[in-house]
């Protein structure tokens, strides 16, 4: 291995291991091939075995890369998984992605939605990667050869990252769902929906507790009870304590805080991701802290845990 080349040991999350056996894959970054005349960094990621989980090019040589050019996957039995396009961290053009047995599994343009959120669909598609783009299905396939769909008509399937179990399926037209759709909530249940030209009309969640939800919307935004994140604001506003230090420095800014929304719609995990002074971060935790009840965000008419960041503001001293 070369003198100058980085080597890290990380979980699936991302996040650095503890140890090297606690490692789920290893990762390894060279320093730029100058006989291609590039100045991209060559990132390579192994299985604990040995055998290439990745290979990609990075405009740094950081723990989270900002991929550049071609980036391809590999299953653990050495197959190829998938082959990306990206530019300075985003992915474009089109994504090609193969079954554990080598065969294609399908072909996707991709279109980015960086700050989109939602469920697995967007104007009549559905989203691919961590919810963050749109991708139209060129073609696809099931793990024999045979056609599914192609030019965004046909029969869709969407599994998970290692193709052992269906999330959802049902027809497309034009690139629009069409018909019936079903698929897995996770390990607790499934859903049913109608479309009709890209247009959800009822869908119902089958619980294995037994509980039924029936909905109208995919997927919902958590929404603060008493008014909408302008009321939200205005309660941090008038709630909110300017630390006698940061008065008596002048200091202002924002401190950025993040918090989850739980199911019965109250606050938790509240900290700070983007601080100020100690005591201006304190105090902005301790404001958030007290909100008031929210409506949770709902998956597939179930509320679930949802992720927030605000601004907390200090202007006036």
């Known amino acids: ?11 699936n999350s991302g996040l ?29 990621d192994y299985y604990p075995n040995g055998k290439k989980k990745m290979v990609a090019t990075s405009l740094t040589s950081s723990i989270n890369p900002v991929l550049d050019g071609t980036c391809i996957n590999y299953y653990p039995n050495g197959k190829r998984q998938s082959a990306e396009i990206f530019k300075k961290g ?41 919810y963050r783009y749109k991708a139209e299905v060129v073609e696809m396939r099931d793990s024999t050869g045979n056609l599914l769909a192609k030019n965004g ?7 998970d990252n290692n193709c052992k179990q269906v999330l959802e399926e049902g027809e497309m037209k034009n690139g629009k769902r069409d018909g019936e759709w079903k698929g897995r909530i996770a390990d607790s249940g499934e859903f049913v929906c109608t479309f009709h030209r890209g247009e959800l009309k009822s869908g119902t969640s089958y619980m294995r507790s037994g509980n039924r939800y029936n909905f109208k919307q995919l997927a919902t935004r958590p929404i603060f009870s008493d008014g909408g ?33 739980e199911p019965n719609g109250t606050v938790s995990g509240v900290k700070v991701i983007n601080g100020l002074l100690k005591s201006m971060d304190e105090e902005a935790v301790r404001v958030v802290s007290l909100s008031p009840l929210w409506v949770p965000a709902y998956r597939f008419g179930i509320p679930i845990r ?6 907390v503001y200090f202007s006036n001293y």
């Open 1 to 11: 291995m070369a003198p100058d080349s980085l080597v890290m040991y990380l979980k």
């Open 16 to 44: 650095k291991a503890p140890s090297k056996d606690s490692a789920d894959f290893y990762r390894v970054i060279l320093p730029p091939d100058t006989t291609l005349d590039r100045d991209l960094y060559r990132v390579y």
């Open 90 to 130: 985003m992915m474009t053009g089109t994504v090609t992605n193969y079954y554990p047995n080598g065969k294609l599994y399908n072909i996707l343009k991709i279109d980015d939605l960086d700050n989109f959120y939602g469920d697995n669909y967007f104007n009549n598609t559905f989203l691919f990667n961590a």
């Open 153 to 159: 008509t046909g029969h869709v399937v969407i599994f």
């Open 229 to 261: 994140m302008d009321a939200f604001y205005l309660f941090i506003k008038k709630n909110l304590q300017y630390p006698e230090s940061a008065k008596k420095h002048k200091v202002t800014g924002s401190v950025g805080v993040e918090f989850y929304v």
């Open 306 to 311: 949802s992720h927030m960041n605000v601004s």
